[in-house]
């Protein structure tokens, strides 16, 4: 069972670019989710990072990526919404609970919740895009002359990340075909022995090495600061929610969005 985020070669820009190139690509879609707070400009770079998945190919990364990434974006909400009591726009109060003392649910603190969630979210589909499309071998013949042990580091967590995922599914599966008469695995003993497995392949990738002894993203990011400069992240959630939609705003939209094109290549003509 291949995991989604496992690399697979395809012939396509994303994949045949330079290591350099491709990391700087996806790595400026991420930037821009740490360097923004604004919903709108998340939700555009969030689109560039999956249009960009999809024309690269990596369809199945950016499903996998956005059911945990949504998922873990209303998690965040959740808890955000209940340890966050700031605003002026009290949706309920739900009284004096145990460890988190009185709770009132605010709309200031679950937009900024979402604000946070569509971060994390944009960043796991970035990563997921990466690990499917980037040759993790080529990544690390890029970066050895440079850094020989951070490149190897890259490398393997490029590597064993789509493993693990495998063994979750090869776990689950091993979990359903044990019959009705079998007692229910739930979570919590699959986590174990995920966990388990993930350590014991850990130990042996050490002991194995033990014994063996660019414009684009350029532009994607000067739009950014720009549009950070020139006012185009006005977004606050706290008196009030304000989310501003300026030519700022919209302008820094429009290039990260077209950025997600960059995957795109038309078929040549059959002569």
Known sequence: MRSPFAYIPRRGPLQSARPGAAVSYLGALVVVAFLYSNPVVLLAAGAAACLAGRLAGARAAVRAALRMGLGLAVLIVVVNALVVDRGETVLARLGHLPLLGQVDITLEAIVAGV??????????????????????????RALRPVAARSALTATLVSRLVPVAAADAGRLRDAAQLRGPGAAEVGRGPLARRLLAGSLDRAVDVAATLELRGYSLPALVLVAAILGKVLGGDDFHTYPTIQIGVGPATLAVCAVVLASGLAPWRRRGRRV
């Open 115 to 140: 604000s946070i969630g569509l971060r994390a979210a944009v960043t796991m589909v970035a990563f997921a895009v990466y690990s499917a499309c980037v040759d993790p071998d080529r990544v690390l």
